[in-house]
């Protein structure tokens, strides 16, 4: 899978990919409204290359860390934050596998990962790793296709989500606090309908 990835990003502009955007509007917005202190420790789920990162360094959060099966994407963030690449912790791998320290982070972010777990079985490997990772009180914030957006992205097939169904998958130990809808206008004048949830984590 991440060959299918790095493929993608090594062959194109990321301006041409179409979940590019420019600043991620949402979720900085929702990341604002959850009122953490500027030191509390982010993880974003899939950041590739997103601007996320810059904004949120602009913003004066001091402890980012950028998770992305695309080594290559991780590579194109880096050089565009240039010195400032090295205030980030940046891993290549897999959330469905890889080993995330306990309690280590105050807000999980997720913009369009979780919709590519289209088996059961991976939905709950990453469950259980955000449940591990995520401090009790931490928020979860996450973006889906919403049940009228596409039925594939790149090439792959998602699950497509309602705020309400998307609340049941992620178990009851999340209380969901807010939720946005977003047409999501990609580089090649499409329409993508996403939805974003904003939940606290009350603890197993």
């Not at 490997?125 to 449940?131: A, I, P």
């Amino acid at each position: 899978m991440a060959e299918h990835w790095d493929r993608f990003y090594a062959t194109r502009d990321p301006a041409e990919l179409s979940w590019w955007q420019p600043h991620l509007t949402c979720s900085l917005r929702l990341i604002e409204e959850a009122g953490l202190p500027r030191d509390s420790s982010i993880i974003d789920v899939g950041g590739g290359n997103s601007t996320l990162v810059d904004d949120l360094l602009a913003r004066g959060y001091e402890r980012i860390t950028v998770l992305d099966l695309s080594a290559a994407a991780l590579d194109q963030a880096k050089r565009r934050l240039g010195e400032k690449a090295a205030k980030v912790t940046w891993i290549a791998g897999d959330v469905t596998s890889l080993s995330l320290p306990a309690q280590a982070f105050d807000l999980w972010h997720d913009r369009a990962v979780f919709h590519f777990l289209v088996s059961p079985e991976r939905r709950r490997q990453y469950l259980d790793n955000l449940r591990r990772a995520l401090k009790p009180g931490g928020h979860l914030i996450i973006a889906t296709f919403a049940e009228t957006g596409p039925t594939k992205c790149s090439g792959l097939p998602v699950v497509r989500y309602g705020v309400d169904e998307l609340a049941r998958v992620v178990g009851a130990e999340f209380k969901l606090v807010k939720s946005l809808r977003e047409e999501h206008l990609t580089p090649a004048g499409a329409t993508q309908d996403f939805i974003y949830a904003h939940f606290v984590f009350c603890g197993r």
